[in-house]
């Protein structure tokens, strides 16, 4: 293993000066950090582990959004791409994750100003100040940031002025017990990450199995209706839904929902549900998945009894987590509970709401005790099941703005978009949401699924991701 210092100590007054905002992570809100923070004149640099960029939205690239082009495209990022040629998308199509990273991440991370800025290939392995662990105190903010990369050629020391963290949380799933802790036994190929290709590639994996989904959001309901199609092809193909809750109020339905297509993905699935095409096990919490044969056994309680059931394949969609190791030397200021930033935390609490109606937020809102880090995207919601891409590009124009000095543009944070229409509270109930949703729900995995039609609506009147 080799380790280099790309920049060495500096002795100067002013040892920032010069030093570029090291973004982590090339998704669509790391992309947009970038652009943010180059309209603002700022040095940056993209680190992205993989060797291409959205290489999560790749994942799930099959997955159509419920979000029409007009809320998936950055107004920064769409400025950088004008000079190059590119021809924005209908605003009112929706698009599905390969359409995302094809005509927009692609030709975005291809413009000049970004092209010369990302870099491939490099996993940030941990987050520090040079010569300072998280306990030292003195001189901290005027200390450049130092980031340990691990690269195909060993591992290199960089330092930055400033840190945004935008790597996500998609390959962070949250474990399928309802303690939060993953099961003992390997489960190898019986367990199988959100939003599989059901229909495509991983059709063999599911044609003809016994299946269980769990998880109660959007993206455990695009599976659903998916598996609910090959269900209809593939004789002997049996669905089960497993939620903690007594029901998915969280869903909603057409009438109520503000984006048509994520109304419509709630009816359907609740459709299917009443059909008896899949059987629906609520208030079931699991304590454990056990290799049982060919199979898989899942045990826990069910409204407080005993229960157990056995299938082929489970799917994961319970939601996902950060992943916080790379930044222990750095001072964070997360909830106890959903290990988003504090000031965050009680507008996405799921134990308070789930309406996706988050009111603006920003820098103020995302700060930590460590001056001049942010964490921004998916990833700053922690634990929390819902987000919106739009939601995440105003998150890093709050945040370039801070760091250009323009304190007040930081602080001026304003989003609109359609409600939910419906809200899941701490006493299980739903209302109305009463004000302008600024969230839509997608489930942890930074998509936003709708149900795959034969042809995408032709025009819609409301707007998402």
């Not at 940056?44 to 959205?54: I, K, L």
């Not at 939620?243 to 009816?267: C, E, F, H, P, V």
């Amino acid at each position: 293993m080799t380790l280099t210092l790309t920049v060495p100590p500096r002795a100067d007054a002013d040892r920032l000066t010069g030093l570029p905002v090291a973004v982590i992570g090339a998704g669509p809100v790391g992309l947009a950090a970038a652009a943010h923070l180059l309209e603002q004149g700022l040095p940056v640099v993209v680190y992205e582990a993989g060797n291409q960029v959205g290489m999560s939205v790749r994942a799930w690239g099959h997955t159509r959004l419920f979000s029409p082009w007009r809320y998936v495209i950055d107004d920064a990022a769409g400025r950088l791409l004008e000079p190059t040629g590119w021809t924005e998308p209908r605003r009112s199509s929706l698009p599905t994750g390969h359409d995302l990273v094809a005509r927009y991440l692609e030709p975005l991370a291809q413009a000049p100003e970004l092209a010369r800025v990302i870099r491939y290939g490099i996993r940030v392995d941990a987050v520090s100040r040079q010569g300072m662990d998280r306990t030292r105190s003195t001189g901290r903010a005027d200390t450049p940031f130092l980031l340990r990369l691990r690269t195909a050629d060993g591992v290199e020391d960089v330092t930055a002025r400033a840190v945004i963290d935008a790597s996500g949380t998609y390959t962070s799933p949250n474990p399928l017990t309802a303690a939060g802790i993953a099961p003992a036994a390997d489960l190898g190929h019986h367990v199988v990450h959100a939003l599989p290709d059901v229909l495509g590639a991983d059709r063999a994996r599911f044609a003809g199995k016994r299946v269980l989904v769990v998880g109660a959001g959007h993206s455990a309901a695009n599976t659903l209706i998916n598996l609910a199609a090959l269900a209809k092809d593939e004789p002997g193909t049996t669905l089960l839904w497993a939620i903690r809750n007594a029901g998915t109020a969280r869903l909603g339905a057409d009438a109520a929902d503000g984006l048509a297509a994520r109304g419509q993905l709630g009816s359907n699935v609740h459709g299917l549900v009443e059909s008896g095409r899949i059987e629906q096990l609520a208030s079931y919490e699991i304590d454990d998945v056990r290799p049982d044969g060919d199979s898989v056994t899942v045990t826990g309680r069910r409204a407080g009894e005993p229960f157990a059931v056995t299938v082929d394949v489970v799917v994961n969609a319970t939601g996902f987590r950060p992943n916080l190791n790379m930044l222990r030397e750095i001072r964070l200021g997360l909830d106890d509970i959903v290990e988003a930033p504090r000031a965050l935390a009680p507008l996405i609490d799921p134990n308070l709401h789930s309406c996706g109606s988050v009111p603006p937020h920003g820098v103020a809102e995302l700060a930590h005790p460590e001056p001049n880090f942010f964490i921004a995207g998916m990833k700053s919601y922690g634990r929390a099941p819902t987000f919106l891409l739009l939601t995440g590009y105003e998150q890093v124009r709050s945040i370039a703005a801070e760091l250009a000095g323009d304190h007040q543009a930081a602080r001026d944070v304003q989003l609109v978009l359609p409600e939910t229409g419906v809200c899941t509270t701490d006493v299980g109930g739903s209302s109305s949401c009463g004000v302008p949703a600024t969230n839509e729900a997608a489930e942890g995995s930074s998509c936003c699924a709708a149900p795959a039609p034969a042809a995408p609506p032709a025009s819609s009147s409301c707007c998402t991701n």
